[in-house]
């Protein structure tokens, strides 16, 4: 990659897939904010494989490198055993987090530690590692580790977002996040998407100085307020089918329903034929449903615009505070969400309704119901506080613009 020239700001940008296929949609507003402020931006991706491309600013560059581990490199993490590192985070696994060290903690302590190594040399050998530029990992997974390594040695600027998996150990495979510490200890900064997440690392991460962690929500861009749609109702989701997202809740939950709804989900995954077997079974036929898939980001808010749809809901069982809710909102669409992560910063009882984390089909049915049977002027009021939460809170201009500046002056 080339060489940076004196007095360029240049910004090394870690991603998960951006711009590659569709996901990282939320990256799709940052990026803009991003390469009008740097000179020049090199986004990294871990996708090896899609050949769609979304469109980037002119002054943006792509490489690609290998996030997972093969077989081999599993088998020789074990020889990390001895490495201080490892001992380390167990230490501060067993008294900082009082837990168990299980086998399933010291496997995933292992192999992250060898990628995050892997990692570290790949990045070496790029030669990009200069005191001048800023190198961002837009999730604290074993990229952000990796530069976390790299700057106990080196003279280097490196931040990272965290969200929702990679902050609350809850949804994780062993209630457990490698080397939070050590992240927290060598970072220059950690930008939170919402303020439970930092309180979530105050409280469960056990690090000394929280001074690094600082909120800085996402946001989108503005999109069309207008009144309820007096047509058919309709609901819509917008998530991957994966476990997490709780689709399935949304399924019996319509069950239970006897007015006649719409209901477009946007999303696919893991579990869309097992989802689309049961809604064939249970659903009634007063509920008519459609998984329109994964589509690109502008098809969902071409949707939200020319469809006006009537409520928005989210049921995960964990979240950070999504993007999706961010865009349902920006177009005055009142919201369901279940209190988990940081939805409660985002939906509340004028806008929408914040239910229980882990509600029964029964009250997700029984929030539909209410709304459905409110009067026009009830659902124009959240409609409207719905439009003003994303103007507060989760308008991406001012959101980006504040995150760069702060970028740039640390």
Sequence with gaps: MNNVENNEKVLYFFTSSFPFDFDETFIENEIHFLSNKFNKVHIISNNLTSIVIR??????????????????????????????????????????YNKKITLGIVKTALTSLFNAKRLAKEFINLKILNNNSVYYSYWSNDNAIALALLKKKKNIKCISRVHGWDVFFGPSKYNYLPYRNLISKNLNAIYSISQEGINYCHNNWKINNNSFLKLSRLGVKKGIYNNENVGKFLLVS?????????????????????????????????????????SKHILPNNIEYEFRGRVENQEVLDFYKNNNPSLFINVSSSEGVPVSIMEAMSYGIPVIASDVGGNSEIVNNDNGYLIEPNPKPKLVAEKIKEFYNSTLEIKNKKRMAAFKMWEEKFNAEKNYTSFVEDILSL
């Design 238 to 278: 917008c998530s991957s089918l994966i476990p997490l997202k709780r689709i399935d809740l949304l399924v019996y939950s319509l069950a239970k329903i006897k007015f006649n709804i719409k209901w477009i989900h946007f999303g696919d995954g893991e579990k869309l034929n097992e989802l689309l077997n049961l």
């Design 55 to 96: 469109d980037i600013p002119s002054n943006v560059t792509l490489k690609r490198i290998r996030y997972e581990l093969n077989n081999f490199e599993k088998l020789m993490s074990l020889f990390f055993v001895f490495n201080h590192f490892f001992w380390r985070e167990l230490l501060h696994v067993k008294l900082r």
